[in-house]
């Protein structure tokens, strides 16, 4: 609804319609509290969103002066009837618009996620501040200032050129790649948020394959990689205090459904000559849903996987893993010695993995990294697998 109504009004009053949204929805609950709920909520929410936002428009003049000169030209040109359309498609259209909108280089890209959040996916500033182990306040100010620069630089709702598509693209894709990462990955202890931004993230990128200038084969690699990881989520957890580390984890918990999806992205995304990041993420995380396979050829297919990642995006989070796989493909020695050049000091599955890769080696120096691990560990289920592994070193 507030990408409609920013859409046909203009971003620079994306505030008055999140108010006019939130406000629709505040009437919603005083009247179905008193009447009942009605035959077609949705019609019905969209119904006094188009009043309010009409009245607000017209009551400041913005409507009479600003907006309809510009209906008008567009009446005469398509010989269409202007109204607030809350069609599927064109809900669809908006939703796209404000994706690439919101992932404008200008606006910095914890904002980017924030925005995504807030307008395309409908999360409250609660559930945003929850996710980034942050406060009300900060978030506030945080979708304050991206908002400033959407209307400083005079940013549109509409998709890029066919010539820049690709450059924005890869800003989209990395955005929606973060917004998987902060539910999978998270800290938060709300299991029930992480899954939806985990769902989310995966509806924005299924929704650019419904569009033939996004359905690009890296689009749809991340998909695959999506999929793969969220097919595993159930088995992750066991509990609110209990992760499963893969070795653990129960297949048949696995989603063999979202598997599936996976191998049917990941063939799509073989179309072209491009390989992205993307595509390499998602081959491993392919691999890591064979487990009844855990053999060293497949180990070293993961290991060369890494190299090339490594390749075309380092960054210390790959090398680690990388190491991981060294480890099984190449025994604990090999990997030792690549796992003591990272010098991770603030990372603390860099000494978790050396404590792995010490044990029945030097004991002493595996607890000595384990209790480094545990000492930098945020979440609660982490220190307590930690803790378990310091126990079983005897």
Known sequence: MVAVISNLFGLQHIEIAEDIVSETFLQATETWEDKGIPQNPTAWLYTVAKHKALYHFRRNKIFEDKVVPKIKIVQSENQKNIDLDFSSENIKDSQLQMLFAVCNPAIASEAQIGLALRILCGFGIDEIAEAFLSNKETINKRLFRAKEKLRAEKIQMELPSENEIANRLDNVLHIIYLLFSEGYYSQTQNQILRKD?????????????????????????????????????SARQTGEDSLVLYEQQNEELWDKALINQGIHFLNLSARGEEISSYHIEARIAYWHCIKKEDTR????????????????????????????????????????????????????????LLGELYKNIDNAKAEINLQKAYSLAKTQPEKLIIQKKIENLG
């Open 297 to 352: 050829e497949k180990w070293e297919e993961i290991l060369q996987l890494y190299n090339q990642l490594l390749l075309i995006n380092y960054s210390p989070a790959v090398a680690l893993n990388r190491t991981y796989a060294l480890n099984k493909a190449n025994g604990q020695e090999a990997a030792l010695v690549e796992a003591e050049k990272l010098k991770l000091e603030n990372n603390h599955f860099y000494f978790l």
């Open 197 to 233: 931004l985990c769902v989310e993230a995966l509806r924005l990128g299924i929704m650019l394959t419904e569009y033939e200038i996004t359905n690009r084969p890296k689009t749809n690699a991340l998909i695959a990689l999506m999929c793969f990881h969220a097919s595993r989520f």
